[in-house]
C-alpha cells in the first residue's frame, strides 16, 4: 500500500504544477489586459473553471487508471499519461479495448492465471474459486476517484455552457466602439499581421466579420503639435463596404472613413489630451488590406 502511495506522489505532484501554471498564466493575464478591460469577469472565470474541472477530470481518471494497471501489472505511468493527455473519453476507450485481465497466482506453481480459470493452464491445479465478493470489489475499486472524475466532468459541461450562451447572448461583452474600454470581438479576421514597433501600427489583413474591430493603443505626448498619420489601402471594396478609423479617449470618440484614401491621412490631435489614446479599424466587408498607422 505504502508502494502505490509513493509510485502516486509523482502523479499528483505533477497535476498541481499544470493547475498552478494555469491559475498564474490567468492571473498576468489579468494584470495584462487591465483586469479583463471590456469583458465581463464571469466569462473568464467560466473558462478558467471550464479549463480546471476539464482538467481534474482527466487527472482523476487517469489516476482510477493508474491505479487499475498497478492491480494488473501493466505500466501504470504510461497508461495515466496516455488517459490524462488525450482526455479521458479516448484514453478510457483505448484502455479497455487493451486493458489486460485480471489474474492471480497458481497456488502450486506460482504461474499467473485468470480469475475466471477452473485449472491452472501450466501445473494442472485445480483452482477454488473465491467468493463472488471479491468480485464485485475488484470491479469497484478506488470508486471515490471515480465519482470525483464524473462530478468534475458535470462541471465542466456546466461551465461549458454558461461560457457559450453568455458569450452567444452577448452579455458582459463590450462591443461599443465608442468605449473607453476594450472592445471585445466574437467574429474572426483571415490572414492578419499586425505588428507594433518603433511607435508604428501596421496591420495587413485579407478578410474580417462584418464589423471586425482591431485595435491598438498609442500615446499621446503633445497633442497641440502631434498629428495621426495613416496610410491605408484596400485591395477589394465590394459594394457597400466600408473601413472606418476610430479614434478614442474617455469620452471623445472621432471617427473618419478611410476606404478609399487618394493620399495618407493626415489627423490633428489637439482635440484630445496627452495619453493613451484607442486606434481602431471598423472593417466592413473591405478585403485585402494594408494600413500603416502612427503619431508623429
Known amino acids: 500500500m505504502n508502494t502505490v502511495k509513493k509510485n502516486s506522489f509523482p502523479l499528483y505532484i505533477g497535476i498541481l504544477v499544470i493547475l498552478s501554471f494555469i491559475l498564474l498564466r490567468f492571473g498576468f493575464y489579468f494584470l495584462k489586459s487591465d483586469g479583463f478591460s471590456g469583458l465581463s ?42 488517459v490524462f493527455v488525450s482526455t479521458p473519453f479516448i484514453g478510457l476507450l483505448i484502455y479497455f ?26 501445473c494442472g491445479t485445480r483452482i477454488k474459486k473465491e467468493d463472488d465478493r471479491t468480485m464485485e470489489k475488484q470491479g469497484t475499486h478506488h470508486l471515490k476517484l471515480i465519482i470525483a472524475g464524473i462530478v468534475s466532468l458535470a462541471l465542466m459541461l456546466v461551465c461549458l455552457t454558461g461560457f457559450i450562451a453568455s458569450a452567444a447572448a452577448g452579455n458582459g461583452i463590450n462591443t461599443d466602439i465608442a468605449s473607453d474600454k476594450r472592445v471585445w470581438n466574437l467574429g474572426a ?71 478609399d484614401l487618394s493620399e495618407p491621412l493626415e489627423y490633428p490631435l489637439s ?24 503619431i508623429q
Open 97 to 122: 479495448l487493451r486493458r489486460p485481465e485480471l489474474k492471480t497466482i497458481c497456488p502450486a506453481c506460482g504461474h499467473p492465471i485468470s480469475l475466471k480459470a477452473n485449472y491452472c493452464e501450466e
Open 189 to 259: 479576421i483571415n490572414m492578419n499581421v499586425s505588428t507594433y514597433q518603433d511607435n508604428v501600427w501596421k496591420l495587413d489583413f485579407r478578410s474580417a466579420s462584418e464589423g471586425f474591430v482591431k485595435e491598438q493603443n498609442m500615446k499621446i505626448t503633445d497633442a497641440d503639435s502631434q498629428i495621426l498619420y495613416a496610410d491605408i489601402s484596400c485591395g477589394t471594396v465590394p459594394e457597400g463596404a466600408t473601413l472606418v478609423l476610430w479614434l478614442v479617449q474617455k469620452d471623445m470618440a472621432k471617427s473618419v472613413d478611410v476606404t
Open 41 to 82: 469577469i464571469l466569462l473568464p472565470v467560466l473558462l478558467l473553471c471550464f479549463i480546471l474541472s476539464a482538467l481534474c477530470t482527466s487527472a482523476f481518471f487517469a489516476s482510477w487508471v493508474y491505479q487499475d494497471c498497478n492491480r494488473r501489472g501493466d505500466d501504470p505511468v504510461l497508461w495515466a499519461v496516455v
Open 271 to 294: 482635440e484630445f489630451e496627452n495619453g493613451k489614446l484607442h486606434v481602431r479599424l471598423q472593417i466592413n466587408g473591405v478585403e485585402n488590406t494594408v494600413s500603416e498607422i502612427y
